[in-house]
Nanobody, 121 residues
Framework: VQLQAFGGGLVQPGGSLKLSCAAS????????MSWHRQAPGKQRELVAV?????????QYTDSVKGRFTISRDNSRNTVYLQMNNLKPEDTAVYYC??????????????WGQGTQVTVSS
């Protein structure tokens, strides 16, 4: 299993970024996928989840609801995180994770390498 996250960078408050996580080594369409983030000195937190079935439920942590959108393209084995109206408190390293199953989500031991998002003027 390999997960490669990219798309981070430096952006001003109110700006947007789109993260991508390219997956390989497993049948991508069968697993729920998620994004997590870890800010300096803080624990890693779950940001968003998308199940294996396109068009099903999604889940977001309260602080990003209405600003972030998680999506997936099973034909490209890729999960995305569109982040709009970014705030300084969104600054963190963002990681993608493969769930243990498809319909419900719990984190597995498979993590991407992380991509840094910095929101600052």
């Amino acid at each position: 299993v390999q997960l490669q996250a990219f798309g981070g960078g430096l952006v001003q408050p109110g700006g947007s970024l789109k993260l991508s996580c390219a997956a390989s080594g497993f049948t991508f369409s069968l697993y729920a996928m998620s994004w997590h983030r870890q800010a300096p000195g803080k624990q890693r937190e779950l940001v968003a989840v998308v199940p294996s079935t396109i068009g099903g439920w999604t889940q977001y942590t309260d602080s990003v609801k209405g600003r972030f959108t998680i999506s997936r393209d099973n034909s490209r084995n890729t999960v995305y995180l569109q982040m709009n109206n970014l705030k300084p408190e969104d600054t963190a390293v963002y990681y993608c994770n493969r769930g243990k199953s498809g319909v419900t989500y719990s984190p597995s031991d498979f993590w991407g390498q992380g991509t840094q998002v910095t929101v600052s003027s």
